[in-house]
């Protein structure tokens, strides 16, 4: 049997300190010594959930650059996953009313890269897969589109004021709106007026299918995010004369704009012209939106907070990058 001259100093303390941490919450060390004795080691396998990750990847059609298509989506939605995760702090620390420069600052640094890791690895996509075999599987998944990404819209509700992802043509109107104006601005986001049938403009069966599963989802949150989305939290500060993250969280913020409205943005934007210009009967293997006027930034212009532009920059949103990146010109 051991006594006390078998355990090191540190080992008694250690014991003595979980001792008093189980009674404070009327619990019995013993027990949970012997769940410690019984239990395994753990597995990075396990701890991660590695099989069933890597069993998430199903492809529908024989064809191999199918799984390309499947797991690159799946990146995404956990990178979208983490970016959600820094929002949801940023909500948490508002209505706590603990918010600060700094951590807002870090939360925002933190979506940034993760945007920046998704747009440099977005060639994947535009090159990564061959443009035969990408047309003929992209038919067995119709209507389903990345259009479907809930994610996606919940990090725009999270990133800035609901007018700002309201159709460019009520954004003006919708300013500034009450949280009893929501669901009525709801009605009104962009991607509910995109994602119109190319000949008859009625709602595509994607549009209609997404509104089913997630139209309340979303709503509820953009009501918890009315006052936690990174705009209004940013203008909930007071920051000092001096205060070195004011031009920190500026150029942040600046960036957030730039990486979700333009980078991202035209890097999947690049996939589709890649994949989908070729010919007028291409455009069938989409979600149904006319994805030549809807996906490019400078039509849309969705921007997350337009006080830190100026009105030049504004008006050339998402153009240089086209010119650039789309048609080769560098002026
Ligand atoms: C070859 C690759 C891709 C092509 C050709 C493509 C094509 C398209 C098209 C044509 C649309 C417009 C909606 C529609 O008509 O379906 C769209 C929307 C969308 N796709 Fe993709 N996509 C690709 C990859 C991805 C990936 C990897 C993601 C990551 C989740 C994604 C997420 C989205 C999102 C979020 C939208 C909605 C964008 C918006 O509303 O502005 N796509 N995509």
């Given amino acids: 049997m051991p006594n006390n001259k078998d355990f090191s100093p540190e080992i008694l303390d250690k014991l003595n300190a979980l001792q008093k ?38 492809p529908i059609t024989p064809y191999p650059d199918e799984k390309v298509f499947i797991i ?8 979208f996953k983490l970016c959600l995760h820094e929002f949801d702090r940023v909500a948490h620390s508002v209505k706590a009313g603990e918010l600060t420069p700094g951590f807002l600052l870090e939360r925002v640094r933190r979506i940034n890269r993760y945007f920046e890791a998704l747009t440099s690895s977005f060639d994947i996509m535009v090159d990564g897969m061959d443009a035969g075999e990408f047309l003929k599987f992209r038919m067995s998944l119709l209507p389903a589109s990345g259009f479907q990404s809930a994610q996606y819209r919940k990090i725009e509700i999270c990133s800035t004021s609901i007018d700002r992802i309201a159709h ?39 549009l209609k299918q997404f509104e089913k599963k997630y139209d309340s989802e979303l709503l509820d949150m953009a009501e918890e995010y009315f006052s936690a989305n990174i705009r209004s939290a940013a203008a909930s500060l007071t920051f000092s004369s001096d205060d070195k993250f004011k031009d920190e969280l500026r150029h942040e913020m600046r960036w957030l704009d730039v990486n ?14 890649r994949y989908l210009q070729r010919n007028p009967e291409d ?49």
Wanted: hydrophobic share 35%; no cysteine; glycine share 6%.
């Fill in 72 to 79: 690159y989506h799946q990146i995404t939605e956990l990178y």
């Fill in 168 to 206: 460019q043509n009520h954004r003006e109107k919708f300013s500034n709106p009450s949280i009893e104006d929501l669901p009525h601005v709801f009605k009104h986001l962009y991607w509910r007026e995109g994602a119109s049938e190319l000949k008859s403009g009625t709602k595509t069966l994607t």
């Fill in 260 to 273: 979700v409205n333009i980078n991202w943005t035209l890097a999947h934007y690049k996939s589709a012209v």
């Fill in 21 to 58: 941490k189980y009674a404070a919450m009327g619990q019995d060390i013993s027990s949970y010594l012997d769940g410690l004795l019984y239990a395994d080691f753990l597995t990075y396998w396990d701890y991660i959930n590695l099989d069933t990750l890597l069993n998430l990847q199903q």
């Fill in 283 to 331: 455009i069938a293997a989409t979600g149904g939106t006319n994805w030549q006027k809807y996906l490019p930034p400078r039509f849309q212009k969705r921007i997350f907070f337009p006080e830190l532009w100026s009105e030049q920059e504004l008006e050339d949103w998402g153009k240089t990058w086209v010119k650039k990146e789309i048609f080769g010109i560098n002026s």
